[in-house]
Antibody, heavy 121, light 107 residues
Framework: EVQLLESGGGLVQPGGSLRLSCAASGFAFVNDGMSWVRQSPGKGLEWVAFISGRGDRTNYADSVKGRFTISKDNFKYTVDLQMSSLRADDTAVYYC??????????????WGQGTLVTVSS | DIVMTQSPATLSVSPGETVTLSCRASQAIRADVAWYKQRPGQAPRLLVYAASSNVMGIPARFRGSGSGSDFTLTITSLQSDDFAVYFCQQYNRWPLTFGGGTKVEIK
């Protein structure tokens, strides 16, 4: 059974940094891409970042490019999202998602339960 | 970026009825569309990929269709667990984008 467990969320001040982590199990982690997708309170879904199975390709939403960095550890079965220069509009539940990699894009067939990030002074 | 527009925003229906959810892409995206269901307080769940392929375990009551720029998700014989928000997503090109969602609520 695929399991994804996010951690690292919390309250952070504007301009601050936070690192989210997602622990994966139940599938061949090195073969699958991973994404972070966020959802602001009461809003829709926004894809944030993607990393390929081997970690050699990444893609970012324009809204986070240059501020967020996604990384993958195929030995520890973890995928992280380093977030810096956080703004109020980064406040959201952040989901880790296993993502089929079609090079030009992909869909997510397994999701974690999410971790809440609140950016506020 | 490819904009995904879902309609209507809300559908009020009774259990046992059939609903059709629409999703339109701002440009042609072949059949590179996925549909997700999200219940309150839960993570999204993948229902359909490649516009019309059901994920294993998703009943045939959920039927996706379309290609190019117009897509639909039809749900027949609505059950209590089907009342949720449904999102479409394109994966034809980066950045991945989602529609704003359609809420299917009990009438």
């Amino acid at each position: 059974e695929v399991q994804l467990l996010e951690s690292g969320g919390g309250l952070v001040q504007p301009g601050g940094s936070l690192r989210l982590s997602c622990a994966a199990s139940g599938f061949a982690f090195v073969n699958d891409g991973m994404s972070w997708v966020r959802q602001s309170p009461g809003k829709g879904l926004e894809w944030v970042a993607f990393i390929s199975g081997r970690g050699d390709r990444t893609n970012y939403a324009d809204s986070v490019k240059g501020r967020f960095t996604i990384s993958k550890d195929n030995f520890k079965y973890t995928v992280d999202l380093q977030m810096s220069s956080l703004r109020a509009d980064d406040t959201a539940v952040y989901y880790c998602a296993k993502t089929y990699d079609y090079v030009s894009g992909g869909y997510s067939d397994a999701w974690g339960q999410g971790t809440l990030v609140t950016v506020s002074s | 970026d490819i904009v995904m527009t879902q309609s209507p925003a809300t559908l009020s229906v009774s259990p046992g009825e059939t609903v059709t959810l629409s999703c339109r892409a701002s440009q042609a995206i072949r059949a590179d569309v996925a549909w997700y269901k999200q219940r309150p307080g839960q993570a999204p769940r993948l229902l359909v990929y490649a516009a019309s392929s059901n994920v294993m375990g998703i009943p045939a009551r959920f039927r996706g269709s379309g290609s190019g720029s117009d897509f639909t998700l039809t749900i027949t014989s609505l059950q209590s667990d089907d009342f949720a928000v449904y999102f479409c997503q394109q994966y034809n090109r980066w950045p991945l984008t989602f529609g704003g969602g359609t809420k299917v609520e009990i009438k």
